[in-house]
């Protein structure tokens, strides 16, 4: 005799080609459709496997301000008709409590009761916020074919289904020691193409991840200005940007994103490392990956006027005469772009320079903007001049700027001034300013 394996196995019937997609449950908001399809059974066949009914996510317009939700209108339904055979009326609200999401229950106004009006309407949110729908009573989640109930899945491309073949993964880390004559500016860290998906970039230091537009436009910590912690809008999608108390910097966007991007850091201090990755399309991100792709101009951030102007017009020229004591030998009057007053933190050597990290106090003049966290740079390593920590000086110095402008920083030269401060040099200073305002027009 046959054995269990062997034993013939019945028929099951079979299914029929769906029908059209009803009309959609809601008439703004979220929805659903359904469509059907018959099993057609010989005699002896087992009943069809699967469902007869399916249903599937329809999204329209958005409902008018003030619209109560799917399941207070349904509770609303029931106020003032009497329940239980009683005569007692009540108002109704949805109780979100119970155990069954999807049976209507329903809090009476005023009272400490919730009843039971049996199942939900199909398509009604299963919790408020829920992407979860009630369908005969079972909460269903949405597919990425929009059908409920199924468990199909969009592969890290994007697409529906997909094995991640129409898209590459990118994760590397970006390393720059800080050259020996320093850096102070913004640098590009990566290229972001469109259509760029599940972001991340990560940083523990004191410098500053930022984002920028292929137009050079600053959506995330530009023009020297550190941008709150928080949610943001760009290149149609949002970005999460968080920071911590230690530094440690994180952007992320699901994506896609709808225009080229650029990941940009600004450059402080020796950075260990950034890392990043995102799924890009396959062929534009071959193709930066690759190297093909032109190089991004490093942007000067900082506005940089004339170095050496024949006038400062809106500065006192008794103020710029102070800088006639300074390291070198020459007595004529010297113009300084930036004078304020700073706090030495810390001192560091880089190759032939030292480094001063200064909190400025108070600015006298500065022809372009200063942050109250600043470096200053000495371009030698033999204490000239000698600047002690947690000590206040009066600094005189120039913005240098090099010729790719790839550099931009405080610059403290031979003919520099910083001497120790005190409440006389502040007296000084502003003297100098009243005496020399400019007169009336002759």
Same mark, same amino acid.
């Given at each position: ?74 509770? !609303?339904?029931? *106020? %003032? $008709?009497?329940? +239980? ?5 009540? #108002?109704?609200?949805?109780?979100? /409590? ?102 991340? !970039?990560?940083? *523990? %230091? $004191?410098?500053? +991840? ?5 137009? #050079?436009?600053?959506?995330?910590? /530009? ?106 030998? %020459? ?112």
């Amino acid at each position: 005799p046959l054995g269990p394996q062997h034993r013939h196995q019945p028929a099951h019937g079979t299914w029929t080609h769906w029908g059209s997609w009803s009309a959609c449950s809601s008439t703004c908001g979220d929805g659903v459709s359904f469509r059907i399809r018959r099993c057609i059974r010989l005699p002896g066949e087992e009943p069809c496997r699967a469902e007869a009914r399916q249903y599937r996510v329809c999204e329209q317009k958005a409902c008018p301000a003030g619209t109560a939700p799917f399941r207070a209108m349904q509770c !609303a339904l029931y *106020n %003032s $008709r009497p329940i +239980l055979g009683g005569q007692a009326q009540y #108002q109704w609200v949805p109780f979100h /409590g119970a155990a069954n999401l999807c049976d209507l229950n329903c809090l009476a106004i005023g009272h400490n009761f919730y009843y039971s009006f049996g199942r939900v309407l199909d398509g009604t949110p299963c919790s408020p916020a829920s992407p979860e729908l009630c369908i005969s009573g079972r909460c269903l989640r949405a597919g990425c074919d929009g059908i409920l109930g199924s468990e199909a899945l969009a592969d890290a491309c994007g697409v529906c289904g997909g094995r991640n073949e129409s898209c590459v993964f990118v994760q590397e880390a970006f390393r720059a020691a800080i050259p020996a004559s320093g850096f102070f500016g913004y640098r590009n860290v990566t290229h972001i193409p469109v259509g760029a998906r599940q972001i991340k !970039a990560m940083d *523990n %230091s $004191r410098n500053y +991840l930022a984002l920028m537009e292929a137009n #050079q436009h600053y959506v995330l910590n /530009g023009k020297w200005a550190v941008d709150q912690p928080g949610a943001f809008e760009a290149a149609g999608t949002q970005w999460h940007y968080s920071r911590t108390a230690n530094g440690h910097e994180t952007l992320e966007a699901a994506g896609p994103t709808s225009k080229d991007l650029f990941i940009m850091v600004l450059f402080q201090e020796e950075n260990l490392s950034i890392d990043y990755q995102y799924w890009g399309p396959r062929k534009q991100t071959l193709h930066l990956v690759q190297g093909e792709a032109h190089a991004l101009r490093q942007p000067q951030a900082r506005e940089v006027g004339d170095q050496h102007p024949e006038e400062p017009a809106d500065f006192p020229e008794a103020t710029a005469a102070v800088g006639r004591r300074h390291f070198g030998s %020459s007595q004529r009057p010297i113009f300084f772009p930036a004078v304020f007053r700073a706090r030495i933190l810390s001192k560091r050597y880089v190759g032939s320079e030292t480094r001063y990290d200064v909190q400025v106090q108070q600015t006298y003049r500065n022809r372009f903007p200063l942050r109250s966290r600043e470096y200053v740079w000495v371009p030698n390593t033999c204490d000239c001049p000698y600047l002690l920590e947690r000590r206040e000086y009066l600094f005189m110095a120039r913005n240098h700027v090099n010729f790719e402008q790839t550099l931009n920083r405080l610059l403290l030269q031979r003919d520099g001034y910083a001497r120790p401060w005190s409440p006389r040099e502040d007296l000084l200073l502003r003297d100098a300013a009243q005496r020399c305002q400019p007169g009336p027009p002759a």
